[in-house]
Antibody, heavy 123, light 111 residues
Framework: QVQLVQSGAEVKKPGASVKVSCKASGYSFTGYYMHWLRQAPGQGLEWMGIINPSGGGTNYAQEVQGRVTMTRDTSTSTVYMELSSLRSEDTAVYYC????????????????WGRGTMVTVSS | QSVLTQPPSVSGAPGQRVTISCTGSSSNIGAGYDVHWYQQLPGTAPKLLIYGNNNRPSGVPDRLSGSKSGTSASLAITGLQAEDEADYYCQSYDSNLSGQVFGGGTKLTVL
């Protein structure tokens, strides 16, 4: 079945970096854009950016531009999201989600989600 | 402050109809970009309910429907059931921000 399996919870100190993985299975990895989103405790959803698993092209939200890097490994059907210079406001559940229904990934709806990775930033 | 505006909460009795609104602006919904809707149960990832304003993915019951007009969109749920109690989010694309944007979420309570 189609699924996205994310890496486990992380606890980081302010100023550090975190790298979250998302392994896709059950579909053509290079056929769909992948998005990263996050949700702070008790808050709403925030889109972080998009990666094209086929060519590796990325686009990041203004909020995290300069601190986020999204990469992919086609040999393992895995995408990665690395966030640097962490601060307490980055404490959140981070989700990868498959984009679908549009030829341009920028208009995607997210039809398959990972279960989320809790990242806690605390001194 | 979310780019799209949703009511913080709505409620209804079992069997009733409720609607959740999502108001945007000329750079997102009003610019013609599609609206998508998600349901999120506590402690779980969001689930896609409606894509492209009014299309249901396979497995989503037809008592859920979406609509869009001008700078706003709505999600309607008829025949309200206890399992509908959840948070609901709308999503669209914003040309000023060059990215996806969400509403702040609406908590649906089934009385």
């Amino acid at each position: 079945q189609v699924q996205l399996v994310q890496s486990g919870a992380e606890v980081k100190k302010p100023g550090a970096s975190v790298k979250v993985s998302c392994k896709a299975s059950g579909y053509s990895f290079t056929g769909y854009y992948m998005h990263w989103l996050r949700q702070a405790p008790g808050q709403g959803l925030e889109w972080m950016g998009i990666i094209n698993p086929s060519g590796g092209g990325t686009n990041y939200a203004q909020e995290v531009q300069g601190r986020v890097t999204m990469t992919r490994d086609t040999s393992t059907s895995t995408v990665y999201m690395e966030l640097s210079s962490l601060r307490s406001e980055d404490t959140a559940v981070y989700y990868c989600a498959r984009g679908n229904y549009y030829s341009s990934g920028y208009l995607d709806a997210f039809d398959v989600w990972g279960r989320g990775t809790m990242v806690t930033v605390s001194s | 402050q979310s780019v799209l505006t949703q009511p913080p909460s709505v409620s209804g009795a079992p069997g009733q109809r409720v609607t959740i609104s999502c108001t945007g602006s000329s750079s997102n919904i009003g610019a013609g970009y599609d609206v998508h809707w998600y349901q999120q149960l506590p402690g779980t990832a969001p689930k896609l309910l409606i894509y492209g304003n009014n299309n249901r993915p396979s497995g989503v019951p037809d008592r859920l429907s979406g609509s869009k007009s001008g700078t706003s969109a709505s999600l309607a749920i008829t025949g309200l059931q206890a399992e509908d109690e959840a948070d609901y989010y709308c999503q669209s694309y914003d040309s000023n921000l060059s990215g996806q944007v969400f509403g702040g979420g609406t908590k649906l309570t089934v009385l």
